[in-house]
């Protein structure tokens, strides 16, 4: 018997490097992560600061960036710590995207060397947590259109709005939050108890339960000139960080579909149906079939998009043909499984109704995947169709 990606030999595509980075991290996932996450997921939280900790010692934040105490590592051993990690659970997957690709990454691409100094090092550690604030409750997959706004007032810039959606908000302790300005857009690093920040929690998620999710309120909130991100001027900006982290989800969710692959194909050799296994039945075996191939076909996309991504070359339209093929092949690959556990898969015993449910999430965020045809759609016409 072989595991489904044997089927392309994909190991044999990695270097001995790629190799060992992968199976430390899934070595951690199985000690610090699969123990948990049922407990996590039906509770609705996560120990985030022990975590982030965690995640800081094992190397997880900022993997893939240079300097500041950051591991240095590659886009695709980035990669396959998403992968690895969103094994387990999509929402620890988001906790490293979130803090490494959006929050690091904004800091590490855009902003002044007093500001990756004085935060980069500690959110690399896992000592600071950091989330991203881009969406509003009426600007999602438009932020062209968002109403935050930033007016200067001397040496100060003077915040007022509400984000919406944002990961990690109620834990943060650093916020990156985005603004319109008179001159365009602006980022701005908000720290955790600056008068006039809020950030509520928001509750009741049926997706990425294992996840932290909140509001960020802005009422009159000073922050001082030397906490504007100096590089940026416009929406190139945040959609620079989101390349990051849709990059990570191109692995990540792959991870998701191959952990309910793997339990489904041990499910089924397990359960007895009219008088054998449910793994000896001709349905069972195309189904099994059939998901083992596009799992190897996301799987081997993934690595080509690493590939360019390493060779420094990987433009968004590239980007989001991963996003969107990973998120779409990864649900259709979990709900299959779901069905083949039967009663049993309704249960959080059993990973795939849990990742089936996460990747809801996974599909809208870092850009649905109407976003990703329309952005696929412009390189393939160069006509805009977003509006
Ligand atoms: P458009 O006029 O096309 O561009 C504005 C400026 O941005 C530049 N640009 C990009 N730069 C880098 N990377 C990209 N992917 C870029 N796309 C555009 C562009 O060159 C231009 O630069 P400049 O300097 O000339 O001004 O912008 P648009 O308003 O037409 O919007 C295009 C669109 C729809 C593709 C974009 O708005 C979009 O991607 N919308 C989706 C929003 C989204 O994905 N939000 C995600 C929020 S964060 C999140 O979900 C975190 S989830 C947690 C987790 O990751 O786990
Ligand atoms: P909308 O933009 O209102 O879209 C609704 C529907 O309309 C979608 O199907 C969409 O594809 C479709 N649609 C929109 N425009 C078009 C069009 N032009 N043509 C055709 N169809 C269209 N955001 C952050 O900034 N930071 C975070 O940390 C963060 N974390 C998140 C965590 C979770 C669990 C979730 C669920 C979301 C998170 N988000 C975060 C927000 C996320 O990025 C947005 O939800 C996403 O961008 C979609 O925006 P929306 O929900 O407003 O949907």
């Given at each position: ?180 300005t008179d001159e365009g857009f602006a980022g701005f690093i908000v720290e955790k108890g600056t008068p006039g920040f809020t950030a509520p929690e928001i509750h ?74 449910l793994s000896a039945f001709q349905l069972t075996q195309a189904k099994l079939a059939d998901m083992a191939v596009e799992l190897n076909k996301s799987t081997l ?87």
């Amino acid at each position: 018997m072989i595991h489904p990606l044997e089927l392309t030999n994909f190991d044999s595509l990695l270097s001995d490097d790629e190799q060992l980075l992968k199976n430390t991290v899934r070595d951690f996932a199985d000690r610090e992560l699969r123990p948990n996450i049922q407990d996590w997921f039906e509770q609705g939280t996560l120990p985030a600061k022990e975590l982030g900790l965690k995640f800081g010692e094992l190397g997880a934040l900022g993997m893939h960036l240079e300097g500041y105490e950051c591991p240095g590592m590659s886009a695709v051993e980035y990669g396959l710590a998403c992968m690895e990690i969103e094994a387990v659970d999509s929402g620890l997957r988001s906790f490293v995207s979130v803090q490494g690709s959006l929050a690091m990454y904004a800091i590490y691409r855009w902003g002044s060397e007093e500001q990756k100094q004085k935060y980069l090092p500690g959110m690399a550690k896992g000592e600071l947590i950091g989330c991203f604030g881009l969406t509003e409750p009426d600007a999602g997959s438009d932020p062209a259109s968002m109403k935050t706004r930033a007016t200067r007032d001397g040496d100060e810039w003077v915040l007022n709005g509400a984000k919406m959606w944002i990961t990690n908000s109620p834990v943060a302790d650093v916020a990156v939050v985005w603004a319109r300005t008179d001159e365009g857009f602006a980022g701005f690093i908000v720290e955790k108890g600056t008068p006039g920040f809020t950030a509520p929690e928001i509750h009741r998620k049926l997706s990425l339960r294992a996840s932290i999710t909140g509001e960020i309120v802005l009422d009159n909130c000073r922050v001082p000139e030397e906490n504007r991100l100096p590089e940026v001027h416009s929406l190139r900006g945040p959609l620079t960080c989101l390349n990051e982290a849709r990059y990570g989800i191109i692995w990540g969710a792959i991870g998701s579909a191959r952990d309910a692959l793997e339990t489904t194909i041990d499910y089924v050799h397990e359960r007895q149906v009219f008088g054998k296994s449910l793994s000896a039945f001709q349905l069972t075996q195309a189904k099994l079939a059939d998901m083992a191939v596009e799992l190897n076909k996301s799987t081997l996309l993934a690595l080509q998009i690493g590939r360019i991504k390493d060779s420094g070359k990987a433009a968004p339209h590239q980007i989001s043909t991963g996003k969107l093929n990973s998120t779409r092949a990864a649900l259709d690959i979990v709900r299959q499984c779901r069905t083949m556990l039967g009663a049993s898969g309704v249960t959080l015993e059993y990973s795939p109704l849990r990742h089936a449910n996460n990747l809801e999430s996974v599909l809208t965020y870092e850009g649905t995947a109407e976003m990703h045809q329309l952005i696929i759609g412009k390189a393939l016409t160069d006509e805009e169709a977003f509006r």
